[in-house]
Every structure is written in C-alpha cells, then in structure tokens.
C-alpha cells in the first residue's frame, strides 16, 4: 500500500487541511499479503472519532495491512469536532465532507466512481457521520458501517457529561433540539426510502451502547435490515481494531 497524508485548501472550509489515503499496489511486500488490484480501485471513507484525526485509524489500528489483502483504497479526511455537521458556529463540515471532499478525492486519485464500490465507516463520531453521509445519500454508498457510534445523537446532546460537551453540541448545533431534524438518525431512518446496507456494531460495556440499540429499534420499525454484533467491548482501539476487520470481510459479501 502506499500511504499519503495529504495537504490541501478546502474551499467549503476556507482554510487548508488535510486527509490520509491508502493506495493498493500490486507488488507484494513481505509479511504483506496483497490482494487483486483494480484498475479503478474501490474505496472506504473511513472516519475519526471525536479526538481523533485523519491518522488515527493508521496510527492505533493495522488498516492499512487489511485493506491491502483487498485491493481498498482507504480515505480519511480530517474534521476535527464538528460530528461531520454544518456547524452554527464554525465551519461547513458536512457539506466539505459530501460534496467537496468526494470531487477533491476522484480529482487527485483513480478510483472507482461507481456507487457498488463505494463504503463509508467511522468509529464513534465517526460511525454517526458515516450513518449521516449514507442515509442522506444513498445513492453514493453501497453499504455503511458504525463502530460504537453516536447513534442516538438527540438524546445524547440533551444529557451531555460536562459543561464542555454542552458548550460543544451548542457551537455545532446550536440551541434547538436535534430531534425530528437532518442532524437526528432515527429521524433519518423513519423518512428513508432506501439505504445502502448497514452494519452496526457495539460493545456491551460501551456508554453508547443504549443509542445503538436505539438506532436499531428505529430500523426494525421500518423493517429495514441491519447486520448487528453486539458483544464484550469497551470505547477503545482494542475493540475497533479487531471489528473494522469484521467490517472489511462484511464489505466484501457485500460486493459480491
């Protein structure tokens, strides 16, 4: 694989910023098992976590090994905490991430275009921005997945832990409640009309837990299909690690 880290101006952001990128190659490394190369590879955007950054996932996880056995391309852009929203006061992260950043993405790099190569994930923040992305896009996703994400982000920001989570959902927010809106999963679930396949997993002993299981409530009422693991589990990078392998190999029933 080659591994860029990638400096550039964002216009939706007015300021530059930057995303990591895995590329499949088709020379094997040793102790590297690389797998058929497209022409146009498929890609995974694959999203950070609120503290996170657009290394992390390379940094705490061996992504870039398992995405070599696929031939996936890997895209992962830096948003800092923005929960990949319009902020109200702050940036326009969500319309950087679903119309600029895709653009910037197949401008810079050969990749597949089409919707069936097309995965989104994140863990945490990032598995409620890759459901956000893909429920109100479908058509750009085959398939999206959330590793102990924020999947209940209403009643998430009406409870916040500390003063600084409360000042972080007003910034981002602001002070109207999020339930019933475009910002609300369970909303966007209830006025789906399709959606790409979606894979939902959760530790047990995750504080996220009760809003995952939220979430899949939610999909259940609209007979919408969801693959679910939830077992033993904490909020950290030994779980994420060992599950984004399960979403890699999931993915890839998927294609088929």
């Given amino acids: 694989m080659a591994r860029l880290r990638c400096d550039f101006f964002a216009d939706t ?92 993405v197949h401008r810079f790099f050969k990749l597949s275009p089409r919707r069936e190569d097309t995965f989104v994930a994140g863990l945490s923040m990032g598995g409620y921005g890759a459901f956000k992305w893909a429920l109100r896009q479908p058509q750009r996703f085959a398939a999206a997945a959330s590793l102990s994400g924020v999947l209940d982000i209403a009643e998430r920001a009406q409870a916040p832990r500390s003063d600084d989570d409360t000042r972080m959902f007003q910034r981002i927010f602001g002070e109207a409640p999020l339930t019933g809106t475009i910002n609300d999963l369970n909303w966007l679930i209830e006025q789906a009309a399709e959606t790409p396949h979606l894979y939902v997993c959760c530790g047990t002993e995750d504080v996220l837990h009760p809003g995952n299981l939220t979430f899949i409530d939610a999909c259940r009422a609209k007979n919408i299909a969801v693959t679910t693991d939830f077992g033993p589990g904490e909020h950290d990078w030994t779980y994420w690690d060992a599950r984004i392998r399960d979403v890699l190999a999931w993915l890839q029933v998927v294609r088929r």
């Fill in 13 to 104: 952001l007015g300021l530059s910023t930057t995303m990591t990128v895995l590329l499949p190659q088709p020379n094997a490394q040793i102790g590297v098992h690389a797998g058929a190369i497209a022409t146009e590879p498929p890609t995974l955007y694959l999203l950070h976590g609120l503290s996170d950054d657009d290394t992390a996932w390379t940094r705490y996880t061996s992504i870039e090994r398992y995405a070599a056995e696929l031939g996936l391309a890997v895209v992962m852009p830096q948003v800092h905490r923005s929960f990949y929203a319009d902020e109200a006061q702050g940036h326009r992260y969500w319309t950087f991430l679903s119309e600029e950043l895709p653009a910037i």
